[in-house]
């Protein structure tokens, strides 16, 4: 435009060398910052292109995976009571507890309830008037104290096994967890459970009738063919009995 090419000489002409200096730069700045900007603009609509198509594939992909998953659910077969989150599976039978009790205290009983919880089932909690601040008790849906003779100890409370049979059965209990220690190992409670119909979550009555007597328990493992430290070859029953053993090993 031979216009604009006068009005640039005329101003080139009356303004100094300096300002000239300055226009100069200020023109070559806004020429960078135009560049860059047409440069980031295409970079963005680069990724949203990208983005969008990796949507487009993880939307399918995701489908592909729920129909698979589909597909492999529905040709398992399984015998359940009834369709729910708090089903427990053993192989292709599921028993689900609608309510399972922590015969137990403390730190194991928590445990056991918390992972009954995650499983959608009511939890019922048992305990001794000297746990009455207990973590356990507050934390259980359903809690019961079990009462105590006067001067007996509070893990006396947790032994008896009639009175939390009597208190599992009023509270419509399906399944109880025994956790460690105190009736875990008990064949005695383990069969209680059993005659009041409800579930002893652990060994069954036969292993533990065998292996929470060390002597059945280490014929056991001889009758299985396991290397055994040496012993008698049952149990001994007078004084005589373990002098004389003694004596010959």
Not at 49 to 76: I, N
Not at 119 to 137: G, W
Not at 179 to 198: K, T, V
Not at 199 to 225: C, E, H, M, Y
Request: aromatic share 6%; charged share 20%; net charge negative.
């Amino acid at each position: 435009n031979p216009l604009l090419t006068m009005i640039i000489r005329t101003m080139i002409t009356m303004l100094p060398r300096s300002r000239i200096t300055a226009l100069f730069g200020l023109l070559l700045v806004c020429l960078s910052q135009a560049v860059d900007g047409f440069v980031i603009g295409k970079q963005q609509f680069n990724v949203a292109q990208s983005s969008v198509s990796t949507s487009a594939l993880a939307s399918t992909s995701s489908e592909s995976s729920s129909a698979s998953r589909s597909s492999k659910a529905s040709s398992k077969v399984a015998v359940t009571k009834e369709t729910d989150p708090s089903t427990t599976t053993t192989g292709t039978s599921s028993i689900r507890f609608r309510n399972v009790m922590a015969a137990n205290r403390g730190e194991i009983a928590v445990r056991v309830m918390r992972a009954a919880t995650e499983l959608n089932a009511v939890t019922t909690a048992i305990y001794a008037q000297e746990d009455h601040k207990s973590q356990h008790r507050w934390g259980a849906d359903f809690s019961y104290l079990l009462e105590k003779d006067d001067g007996a100890t509070p893990i006396s409370a947790y032994l008896d096994i009639n009175q939390i049979i009597r208190i599992a059965s009023n509270a419509n209990v399906d399944a109880i967890h025994p956790g460690y220690g105190f009736l875990s190992e008990s064949p005695e409670f383990a069969q209680a459970c059993a005659d009041a119909n409800i579930v002893f979550v652990g060994p069954t009555v036969d292993n533990l009738l065998r292996f929470s007597d060390k002597t059945s328990a280490r014929q056991a493992a001889i009758d299985a063919g396991v290397p055994v430290v040496p012993g008698s070859d049952g149990a001994l029953q007078s004084a005589q009995e373990v002098v004389d053993f003694v004596e010959q090993i």
